[in-house]
Structure formats: C-alpha cells, structure tokens
C-alpha cells in the first residue's frame, strides 16, 4: 500500500456534532475497506472563504488526512465522496 495526502471541503453550514459525524464516516470507508488514517488535519486550513463559489457556497471546512491504501479503496473513496452532498470537492495526492 502507498501513502497518500487526501484533501476534502465539508459544507461550511454543519455542526459541530454533524462535521465529527461525517468526517467519521469519510474516513470509515477508507478503513473499512483495509486502509489506514494515519493523520488528520482540520487546524491548518479549517473553515475557510473560497476564491470563488462552489455550488453558490462561499465557505467550507478543509479536512487534510494522511492516509495508506492501493488504488481500489481510493476508487470507492473518490466514488463514494462524488455521491456525498456534505463534500463540495476532494483530492487525492500521492506521497
């Protein structure tokens, strides 16, 4: 498995408690189909204003993780994220 660095913006609307769930459940399905988190990052960016409008969003909240997986967890992790309406955008960086 190789090291990867994945980027996603939350919508900037959630609670607290409704960010901690998702962001959970973000992260289950890279473990759940046998990868890890090793990192998460939600301090260094965080809830922030964009260069431009998304969706006609304004803001969002950056999660940055670092995490270890093959090609077909990050497959269903960009497929289930793409059909997730609480994740504006997403990018996967290999390490």
Known sequence: ????????????????????????????????NGGKVEKIDTEKFGL?????????LHKGFYVIIDVEADTAILAEFDRLTKLNNRVLRHIIIAK
């Open 1 to 32: 498995m190789k090291k990867y660095e994945i980027m996603y913006i939350l919508l900037a609307e959630l609670s607290e408690e409704e960010r901690k769930a998702e962001m959970e459940s973000v992260h289950n399905v890279i473990v759940n």
């Open 48 to 56: 922030r204003e964009f260069a431009y409008p998304i969706k006609d």
